[in-house]
């Protein structure tokens, strides 16, 4: 479970949640509403359950709000860190941090005599000032730096794919960009973040606005798209490539399922499409019923042997168990007689253990009635001498 530093990009480009207000009996300009994070984003293939946000968004109250992300000899800096106040703040800080609506919230509040003691500080107030006053100006970015352990888990949240969920958050700053794009560049997410207590950490950039690009795999998106080329199928109107990247984002879902688009107009590409997304649905369904079945006759089978015995009324047991015990003394008995009579054959014959275990059934029973004149079967009443009368008892 790796920890990492995330910088959440978003804007703020409303000028009716700008205000000012006296604090301490000091002029500050309040910026209301600003959002770090929303439950259940996916950002650059993480996601921020509900859960987790709920658990780390306190964190983030009355924490400082630097000119840019705080650097010291190059490296990414805890905005705690001395140096890096002494080169970044300009006086403005998080307030009034709640969670609404599934998204975290904050109030960013700017000393005013603070920031206009730096040339930093006035750049952000003259933004501010511009902002407020209906001008038109580009929007002040807003990057949330927190610190975060990132788990592996894939699944799916509003549409997109994820690969990893953002647990155990808290927040370092909320840096103010105005010289960077808000956007992000590749410059930003490289390197490393020293947090406060001197540990290194891998810096990410993400955007909060890519929560708003549709996954093309999305249902819903697909729905849409496909009502929309259905339009201009029916319409029959041509529509410039540059200007169709509906077109354009079906074709490369036909050419990944290796089906041909060369050629093809937009109602055949449609066509094509539709069919494809229904043969997957098929698909899946028939397999599906299929488990369905497999696990509904697995379940069956072993359920029988136990409906039989359950079924059995109580005189077919008993029975079953008085026959099962004649077998037995049947087969023992057999067994018996057999022994008797191998071994009598044996000492008639001089046979060896081998060739007399050999003997079964027909032979054995003609080679014993050979015997019989010697050594009868019950020894109790067999005859010692050739004159003596089968009545005779021993003495």
């Known amino acids: 479970m790796s920890r990492i530093c995330v910088n959440v990009l978003s804007v703020i480009n409303s000028a009716s949640n700008i205000t000012t207000e006296t604090i301490n009996g000091a002029e500050h300009i309040v910026v209301k509403n600003v959002v770090p994070v929303r439950d259940g984003i996916v950002l650059n293939g993480g996601l921020y359950p509900a859960e987790e946000n709920t658990k780390g968004y306190k964190s983030l109250e009355d924490k400082p709000m630097p000119y840019g992300h705080p650097k010291v000899d190059g ?46 500080g006035r750049k952000v107030l003259q933004r501010l000032d511009d902002m407020a006053a209906g001008k038109s100006v580009e929007p002040i970015g807003i990057s949330t730096g927190l610190l975060l352990n990132r788990i592996e888990a894939k699944g799916e949240s509003n549409g997109k794919r994820y690969t990893w969920i953002a647990t155990n958050q808290v927040y370092d700053h909320v840096a103010i960009l105005l010289d960077e794009t808000p956007a992000g560049t590749p410059e930003e997410g490289i390197g490393m973040f020293v947090n406060a207590e001197g540990d290194e950490v891998q810096v990410e950039t993400v955007n909060l606005s890519d929560c708003d690009t549709p996954d093309p795999q999305d249902p819903a998106f697909k729905q849409m798209f496909n009502n929309f080329m259905a339009f201009f199928s029916a319409n029959n109107k041509p529509v410039k490539e540059e200007a169709n990247p509906m077109k354009e984002i079906i074709t490369n879902a036909l050419k990944a399922k290796g089906k041909e688009v060369e050629g093809k107009t937009e109602a055949e590409l449609m066509d094509a499409y539709n069919q494809m997304v229904a043969e997957d649905a098929k698909a899946k369904a028939d397999a599906e019923e299929k488990a369905k079945k497999e696990k509904e006759e697995a379940d069956k089978a072993a359920k029988q042997p136990a409906a039989n015995a359950e079924e059995m009324p109580a005189w077919a047991k008993l029975l079953t168990e008085q026959v099962s015990a004649l077998n037995s003394q049947f087969t023992a008995n057999s067994d018996k007689e057999k022994g008797e009579k191998r071994a009598a054959v044996k000492a008639k014959f001089g046979m060896t253990d081998v060739a007399v275990n050999a003997l079964n059934d027909e032979p054995l029973n003609e080679l014993f009635a050979q015997c019989q004149t010697s050594t009868g079967l019950n020894g109790t009443f067999r005859q010692t001498a050739i004159n003596q009368s089968v009545s005779e008892m021993p003495e």
């Open 75 to 120: 490296r990414h800096v805890s905005a705690s860190n001395v140096r890096a106040v002494n080169e970044y703040h300009i006086g403005a800080y998080t307030r009034n941090v709640r969670k609404e609506n599934g998204q975290v919230l904050t109030d960013a509040v700017i000393n005013r005599r603070f920031a206009e003691g730096s040339e930093k």
